[in-house]
C-alpha cells in the first residue's frame, strides 16, 4: 500500500458516520480494494500517478482566512445579474449565507441525507471497478459535505460555484455537487476551480447531473487553479428524454489537471454537445477523458475538443462513444483538434467507438500539428507581420469554442484568461 | 519595376523553375501561359515569397531592390501582391480584419497613419460594390465556405483594397462566370497605370479580350520559351502548345 492510500484510509478510519454511511463504507472498500490507478489501466496510459501516490494527504480545512470579496475572482460581472456560492475546500456556507435564487433551491448534501437518505443516494453511481471512476469513490468515502441544487423553473441568471481550494499541498479535499433539473427546467451553472495561496490541496472534485425529461443545461466548469496546484475533477450527467446538455471545459490553471466527463444519455432524444478547450503551458499535464455512452435511441452527442500545448506542457483527450443495443439512431461526432506550439510540447488524442447496434452515426477525427503553413504563407503575403499572423492563427483555433459560449461576460474572462497563456498575448488581445 | 534572371526553384527536392527570365516595366501587363504543371504558379509564389520554396540560381529585383532577400511581408508592404490559384480558408479569421490589418501594415510601412474605422468602411463598400459583392461576405472567416468564384473575387476585392504597385494574378480567371469574368477584368483594369504593373497567369484567351496584355509568354519545363504580343496567345488558343515546343525544335 502506497503512502496516499494509508493516508486516505487513516483519515476514513478517523471520520464519524453520517447517514450516508452504507455508500460511502462501499466505495471506501472499492477504493481500498482497487487502489489508485496506474498507467497499465486503461483511462490513465498518458499519466502517472506514482510521485501523487507517495505523498500522504491529511484532510483540509473547512476555513479561509482571506478576504474574498477584493479578489478578482468571479467569471460574470454585474450586468449578469449571477448569484456566486463559495465552498472553500469543497465545504459550503453556512445556508443562510446563500442569498435565494428565484427557481433555484440549495441545500447541504449531508442536511438532505440526514432528513432522506434515499433521495440522496439516487445521486451516487453504483460503486464501480472503470478505472477512470477511481477516484470518485474516494470522493463518495470522504467528502465533508456539499452541495445539492435543485432547478425547478427557466432559470436565466447564470449561477457561479467558486471552488476555492486553499491551504497546503499535503492536504486533500473532495468537493461534490449535485445539479438536479426538474422535468422542463433550465439553467446555467458555471463552476470555476481556483486557488489561493502559494500552495493548494489537492482537489478531488465530482460533479453529478441529472437531467429531467425536456430539461436543459449549459454547465461550465473552469480549471484555473495556480501553479503547482493539482487536481482531478469528474462530471457525471445523466440525461432523460428530450434534454440537452451544453457542456464547457476550460483547462488553463494549474500543474496537474485529470478531468473526466461521463455522459449518459438515457432516454430517447436526448442531446449533449461538449467543448473542451484544453490549454497547455509551462510544464502542465492536462489530462481530459470523456465516454459518452448513448443508451436509448434517436439521441445526440457532439464532442469538440481544442488543444494547445506550448513550452513542455502535456495535453491529452480521450474520447470515447459507447452506443448499446438498441440505441439505434444514435448520431455521434467527436472532432479533436489539437495545435503544437513548440517542438517540446505534446498533445495525445484517442478518439474511440464501441458500437452495439445498427442504423447509427458516428463520426470522428482527431488532427494534431503546427500552424497551417498555407494560411501563414496567406496572411503574411497580405503584409501582416509573422508574430501578427500566427496569434491570429492561434485565436481562430479557438474561436470555435469560444463562441459556442452564451454566457458572454464567462467567455470574455475565460478568453482572457486563456489569451494571457499563449505566445504574444498582447498581440492577441487586439483581435477580440 | 519587375527583373528576373536566370531564376531556377526547387520545390521539395525538385527542379522546377529552370532559368526564368523575364522584364516587366512599369505600366505593362503581361500574360503568363503555359501547359499544366509548368511551374506558373511556383514562379508566382516565389515572387511572393513563400519559403519551402528554395531559390537555388538567379535574381530578381523589385524596382531595383534585390526582391529575393525580402520576406513575404515585406514584399507585400512594398507593393506586390499575389491572387492565389488556390486561396486558401481560414476559419475565424474575419476578412474584414484581414483587410483592415493588410491596409495598415501597408501605410505603416509606408509611414502613414492607420486607417479610421469610418474611412476604412467607406472604402470597403466603394469596393465591394465595384466587385459586386455582397456585404455579408465581410464578417464571413476568410474565403470559409466561398465558392470557386467567391474566392476569386475576394482576391480581386483584396487586390483593390491594397492598390499594389505589382499585382500578380495566379488564374485569377479560372472558375469565374462570364459576369463575374467581366467584373474581374474590370477591377484589373482600373489598376492599370503608368506607375504599375499586371502579371497574369492564365489559361484562356477571353481574359485577355478584357485585359489587353502587351506581352504574352509561354512558360513550358520551368522557363519562358516563347514570347510575343497579345496575337502569341490568339495563336496559342488556335494551335495549342504542341506547336510552340515544335517551331522550337524546328
Ligand atoms: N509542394 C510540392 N511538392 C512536390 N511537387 C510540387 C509541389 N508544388 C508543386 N509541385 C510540382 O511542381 C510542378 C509545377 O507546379 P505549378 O503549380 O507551378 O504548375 P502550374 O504551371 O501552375 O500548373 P497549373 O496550370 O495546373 O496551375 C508540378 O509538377 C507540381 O506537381
Ligand atoms: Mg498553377
Request: charged share 20%; net charge negative; aromatic share 6%.
Amino acid at each position: 500500500m502506497n503512502a496516499a492510500l494509508r493516508s486516505f484510509e487513516a483519515q476514513w478510519r478517523a471520520r464519524t458516520p453520517d447517514a450516508l454511511q452504507p455508500i460511502r463504507e462501499q466505495a471506501m472498500q472499492r477504493f481500498l480494494k482497487l487502489g489508485l490507478p496506474v498507467q497499465r489501466d486503461e483511462t490513465w496510459r498518458y499519466t502517472d500517478l506514482r510521485s501523487l501516490a507517495a505523498q500522504s494527504f491529511a484532510t483540509a480545512a473547512c476555513a479561509f482566512n482571506g478576504a474574498l470579496a477584493d479578489e478578482p475572482l468571479s467569471l460574470v460581472d454585474a450586468e449578469q445579474r449571477a448569484s456566486t456560492v463559495v465552498l472553500v475546500n469543497g465545504c459550503p456556507p453556512a445556508l443562510a449565507s446563500i442569498p435565494a435564487i428565484d427557481g433555484i433551491t440549495i441545500n447541504s448534501i449531508r442536511e438532505l441525507a440526514k432528513v432522506d437518505p434515499s433521495f440522496v443516494a439516487r445521486f451516487f453511481e453504483p460503486a464501480s471497478d472503470d478505472d477512470q471512476r477511481r477516484w470518485v469513490l474516494l470522493n463518495t468515502a470522504l467528502f465533508t459535505d456539499g452541495l445539492y441544487l435543485k432547478i425547478s423553473t427557466a432559470v436565466s441568471a447564470p449561477l457561479v460555484i467558486l471552488h476555492l481550494s486553499s491551504g497546503e499541498a499535503d492536504q486533500a479535499a473532495h468537493p461534490r455537487i449535485i445539479i438536479d433539473v426538474l422535468p422542463g427546467s433550465s439553467a446555467t451553472i458555471i463552476e470555476h476551480h481556483v486557488t489561493r495561496g502559494d500552495a493548494a490541496p489537492l482537489s478531488n472534485s465530482n460533479t453529478h447531473i441529472s437531467l429531467g425529461t425536456d430539461a436543459q443545461i449549459e454547465h461550465y466548469r473552469v480549471y484555473a487553479a495556480g501553479a503547482g496546484a493539482s487536481q482531478l475533477d469528474a462530471l457525471d450527467i445523466h440525461q432523460c428524454a428530450r434534454s440537452q446538455c451544453k457542456q464547457f471545459t476550460i483547462g488553463l490553471g494549474g500543474s496537474f489537471i485529470r478531468s473526466s466527463l461521463e455522459a449518459h444519455l438515457s432516454q430517447p432524444g436526448a442531446s449533449l454537445e461538449s467543448y473542451s478547450l484544453l490549454v497547455g503551458h509551462e510544464d502542465r499535464h492536462l489530462d481530459c477523458v470523456n465516454i459518452v455512452t448513448h443508451a436509448a435511441p434517436d439521441t445526440r452527442s457532439r464532442q469538440t475538443a481544442r488543444a494547445i500545448a506550448s513550452d513542455v506542457s502535456r495535453v491529452i483527450f480521450n474520447s470515447k462513444v459507447i452506443v448499446k443495443a438498441g440505441a439505434a439512431h444514435s448520431d455521434s461526432q467527436q472532432s479533436c483538434r489539437g495545435l503544437l506550439l513548440s517542438p517540446e510540447a505534446e498533445i495525445d488524442t484517442r478518439p474511440q467507438l464501441e458500437i452495439h447496434a445498427d442504423e447509427v452515426k458516428c463520426a470522428h477525427g482527431a488532427t494534431t500539428g503546427r500552424l497551417d503553413p498555407d494560411m501563414l504563407f496567406y496572411l503574411l503575403s497580405r503584409g501582416l507581420d509573422r508574430e501578427t499572423a500566427q496569434s491570429l492563427l492561434v485565436y481562430a483555433f479557438l474561436a470555435d469554442v469560444l463562441s459556442g459560449m452564451s454566457v458572454s461576460s464567462a467567455r470574455s474572462a475565460i478568453e482572457s484568461a486563456l489569451i494571457s497563456q499563449l505566445p504574444d498575448s498582447q498581440l492577441l488581445r487586439k483581435f477580440r | 519595376m519587375l527583373e528576373i534572371s536566370d531564376l531556377s526553384a526547387r520545390v521539395a527536392g525538385k527542379e522546377i523553375l529552370t532559368g526564368v527570365n523575364l522584364k516587366v516595366n512599369a505600366g505593362e501587363v503581361h500574360a503568363i501561359m503555359g501547359p499544366n504543371g509548368s511551374g506558373k504558379s511556383t514562379l508566382a509564389q516565389v515572387l511572393a515569397g513563400r519559403e519551402d520554396y528554395e531559390v537555388t540560381r538567379g535574381s530578381v529585383t523589385f524596382e531595383g531592390r534585390d526582391l529575393l532577400s525580402m520576406r513575404a511581408e515585406e514584399r507585400a508592404r512594398a507593393g506586390l501582391f499575389l491572387g492565389f490559384q488556390y486561396p486558401v480558408e481560414i476559419p475565424g479569421v474575419n476578412n474584414v480584419y484581414l483587410l483592415k490589418a493588410a491596409l495598415n501594415a501597408k501605410r505603416k510601412a509606408a509611414g502613414e497613419p492607420e486607417v479610421d474605422a469610418y474611412e476604412f468602411l467607406a472604402l470597403i463598400r466603394q469596393k465591394m460594390k465595384f466587385m459586386q459583392m455582397s456585404e455579408a461576405f465581410l464578417s464571413r472567416g476568410v474565403n470559409e465556405g466561398f465558392s470557386g468564384g467567391e474566392k476569386k473575387r475576394n482576391e480581386v476585392l483584396q487586390m483593390l483594397v491594397l492598390e499594389p504597385k505589382l499585382a500578380i494574378l495566379d488564374e485569377t480567371d479560372s472558375g469565374l462566370d462570364i459576369d463575374a469574368l467581366k467584373v474581374v477584368s474590370t477591377g484589373v483594369n482600373s489598376l492599370r497605370g503608368p506607375q504599375r504593373a499586371v502579371v497574369l497567369v492564365t489559361h484562356y484567351q477571353r481574359l485577355l479580350d478584357y485585359v489587353i496584355p502587351d506581352q504574352v509568354h509561354v512558360l513550358s519545363g520551368g522557363r519562358i520559351v516563347k514570347s510575343g504580343d497579345k496575337t502569341l496567345a490568339q495563336e496559342l488558343e488556335r494551335r495549342g502548345y504542341d506547336w510552340v515546343m515544335e517551331s522550337r525544335v524546328a
